[in-house]
């Protein structure tokens, strides 16, 4: 094992790959702009709010009144028959400050998806028969793009002002990018076009001519209004351009809850990762089966909190606890894989979404070569759906197993867990809010997803050539044209997104998760301390080449941008 | 009589000459064996518009010596990034000596125990384009493999060390 490590080593060049861009949305042309609102404003707002004085956030409940369908608007067909009558419902959000303005949305609109706050915790609407209820109604993992039940709300200054509710089913599919993509055979059930619709796909088309098998709301400004039932295989409703008003019905303290996972889970490990809400800023204890942990944290500046609980093998229960109130109970059933630790007792307790795990690989061949503390590099990127802790790691293939070389590992299964001789956790200095966080987790799953390899032999090259091109007398280039283009491919090698090593992972979800702002290899303070290289490898070199690689030495390392907690 | 030089020739075995293309690279191999040593020597044929500045193999085993094109201009280097692979790599010190576009070089030679079988090579033109592809090359016997601790460590060790003697043999150049 461990060559992984291994690999983290120097290499070789090629041109760089192209970013992989958003994935692309199946949502038509009125959820797009919640959703660009959603990347131009949500995030830069939620950043906002996490870095900036502490708002007393609330559980809100809104009530929605929707007024009569129009049945002259709607688009009848052969298949599909118009409806008269109303919608009525509620939806309530939790860790929602107080004159809260931008948009509360997918992927974060979901309190169990793990999220930070704002969120909605419940939404209920009921017309024409159907009813349309989250939780209960099928909401994907957050690790995947699509979401059946799709609600956005926008406020200004507390007050909801733009709306959308919107069902539709989609499948996991992958795309010409390896990744979640927008699917063809996509069934979207279209909630918020009065005459004609557009998909990116078929183009226009009218409203009526959607399928699928689950109710359909509607939205503030071009209203549909109406469901279609499941036996009967016909959308009831009609178009509706005067909808109902959100009225405020309640607000109330913030709710204590545990939102991820969600109950009855099964984490595959001893280890199960908590999320919730509670109030800004307070300390959140917990009780595992009843009884009080040691484990204390401390919401964030919107509410949200995070923690990693050793419950281990079995049915558990867990609580949180803030003050003296509780949280609603959640029971899992863990089934830890019979991996053993190298390292007993390693606190993964006190790990917290984007932290940097390096170690110091089980006879990793690095320490022979020139005498790195850190061998190996990963990164916790937060818990799965059902609560299991995940490292993302690239490891070679050799040791990848079922599991793959770029991957999200449960963290029993992870090289950081069974070959890690030595562990640290690192953080950066300057401490990150929970969006910046979960934007880091989120690149670096987003690599992980896409079955990606490590580095192949061959992108060792440039640092190869590099070193034939460097007389280590002279300290300086033989031949400084050249070793300027080895340095470039060299770099093209790091920043490449194709392919992989555990150190260049974890630079780039960061470097991806803070729009550049954090670049965790620079300085880049590796020195040859003894092995078979010391007496050959000019530091010179190394330093010339600095900006140009990453080692997990090289983050180890980095006490100007991180420090370590463990 | 045949002199000894003869008999070597004679017991000179052409094994492969298969030109393998990569993109805009041909790499072709011509492969010899005397007395147990395989010499293998490459000819990098580039179809590109680009000029290629760098060629390298990824082999599995030891590698005895290598030399590069009759041309001046080249150095060589060897390295072990991956336990058990050795990576030999030459490059051009100037693109007056590159291997231009729709030109041809040979003498890229490597001699090994081994015999022949899939190796990986890759190319960087001028403009850092790369191509990877799979030629001929010493391939060491499963059993022969060196532990990753010891073996792939000394052979870096060892690669390194030729790399500097290369060095200054191009550097005398």
New interface residues.
């Given amino acids: 094992m461990t060559?992984t490590a291994?690999?983290c080593?120097?290499?070789?060049?090629?041109?760089v790959v192209p970013e992989i861009p958003r994935p692309a949305t199946t949502f038509p042309p009125p959820l797009r702009r919640f959703l660009h609102w959603m990347w131009s404003t949500a995030i830069p707002l939620g950043v906002f709010i996490g870095n900036g004085v502490a708002v007393r956030a609330q559980t809100v409940t809104y009530n929605y009144n929707g007024n009569a369908f129009d049945s002259s608007l709607c688009r009848a067909t052969a298949q599909l028959t118009c409806a008269s009558g109303n919608v009525s419902g509620s939806v309530t959000f939790n860790s929602l400050p107080a004159n809260y303005t931008g948009l509360v949305a997918p992927p974060s609109s979901y309190c169990n998806s793990g999220y930070a706050a704002p969120c909605i915790q419940t939404i209920y609407l009921s017309g024409a028969g159907s009813t349309l209820s989250y939780p209960n109604s099928q909401v994907l993992p957050p690790l995947v793009y699509w979401y059946p039940l799709g609600a956005q709300f926008y406020f200004q200054n507390g007050v909801i002002t733009a709306w959308n509710v919107e069902l539709h089913v989609s499948y996991s599919c992958t795309g010409t990018s390896g990744q979640p993509d927008f699917c063809p055979d996509d069934t979207d059930i279209f909630t918020f076009c009065s005459a004609t619709s557009y998909n990116s796909i078929v183009g226009p088309y009218p409203c009526s001519q959607n399928t699928g098998q689950l109710p359909l709301i509607g939205d503030q400004a071009n209203t549909v209004i109406g469901y279609q039932s499941s036996t009967a295989h016909g959308i009831y409703g009609s178009v509706n351009n005067n909808p109902g008003i959100w009225t405020l019905a309640s607000t109330a303290p913030q709710s204590l809850l545990i939102t991820s996972p969600s109950d009855n889970v099964k984490p595959q490990s001893q280890f199960v990762a908590v999320t919730g809400m509670t109030n800004p800023g307070d300390t959140v204890t917990f009780l595992v089966d009843g009884t009080s942990a040691t484990y204390i944290t401390v919401a964030d500046q919107s509410g949200f909190w995070e923690q990693v609980i050793l419950a281990g093998a079995g049915a558990h229960t867990i609580q949180a606890q803030d003050g003296s109130t509780l949280s609603n109970v959640l029971h899992v059933t863990t089934f830890p894989p019979t991996t053993a630790p190298y390292v007993q007792n390693t606190p993964y307790n006190l790990l917290r979404t984007a932290d940097i795990v390096l170690t110091h690989g089980l006879?990793s061949?690095q320490v022979?070569?020139f005498g790195p503390d850190y061998t190996h590099a990963a990164i916790f990127i937060g818990g799965d759906a059902n609560g299991t802790p995940l490292i993302a790691e690239a490891v070679?293939a050799a040791e990848a197993g079922a599991l793959g070389q770029v991957r999200a590992a449960p963290l029993e299964l992870s090289t950081v867990f069974t070959d890690g001789t030595y562990i640290a956790f690192f953080r950066p200095l300057i401490a990150l809010s929970t969006p910046t966080r979960q934007s880091i987790a989120a690149a670096a799953k987003k690599y992980t997803s896409q079955g990606l390899s490590y580095w192949?032999?061959?992108d060792?090259?440039?640092?190869?050539?590099a070193?034939?091109?460097w007389?280590?007398v002279a300290h300086a280039p033989?031949?400084t044209?050249?070793f300027n283009?080895?340095a470039?491919?060299l770099l093209?090698k790091k920043t490449m997104t194709n392919r992989f090593i555990c150190s260049t992972l974890v630079w780039r979800a960061y470097m991806d998760g803070t729009g550049n702002s954090i670049d965790i290899s620079m300085p880049n303070n590796v020195r040859v301390l003894y092995g078979?290289?010391s007496p050959?490898?000019d530091p010179s070199f190394v330093s010339t080449l600095g900006p140009d690689f990453v080692l997990p030495e090289t983050i180890g390392l980095n006490t100007t941008v991180l420090t370590r907690i463990f | 009589m045949f002199s000894w030089k003869t008999y070597q020739m004679a017991a000179c075995l052409l094994l492969a000459t298969t030109g393998v293309v990569s993109a805009d690279v041909i790499v072709t191999p011509t492969i010899t064996s005397n007395s147990g040593v395989y010499t293998y020597n490459y000819s990098i044929n580039n179809t590109g518009s680009d000029g290629i500045?760098?060629f390298?193999l990824?082999i599995f085993g030891p590698v005895f010596s290598s030399s590069g094109p009759s041309s001046a201009g080249w150095?060589?280097?060897?390295?072990a990034?991956?336990?058990g692979?050795v990576?030999v790599?030459w490059?051009?010190?100037?693109?007056s000596f590159d291997v231009q576009s729709n030109g041809s070089l040979s003498g890229f030679k490597i001699t090994s125990p081994n015999s022949p079988g899939p190796v990986?090579?890759?190319v960087?033109d001028?403009?850092?384009?790369?191509f990877?592809g799979q030629t001929t090359g010493p391939v060491a016997p499963v059993s022969s493999v060196p532990e990753?601790?010891t073996g792939?460590?000394?052979a870096?060790?060892a690669g390194?060390?030729a790399?500097?003697f290369?060095?200054k043999s191009?550097?005398a150049k």
């Fill in positions: 060559n291994l690999l080593l120097l290499a070789n060049g090629r041109s006879n061949p022979a070569l070679k192949a032999d061959s060792f090259l440039p640092f190869s050539l070193w034939t091109m007389n280590p033989l031949f044209s050249r283009q080895d470039a491919a093209a078979y290289l050959l490898l | 500045f760098s390298g990824s150095l060589i280097g060897t390295s990034p991956v336990a692979t990576l790599s490059e051009s010190t100037d693109v990986q090579f890759s960087l001028e403009s850092l384009n790369e990877d990753p601790n792939s460590l000394t870096l060790g390194v060390s790399a500097l290369k060095r191009g550097v």
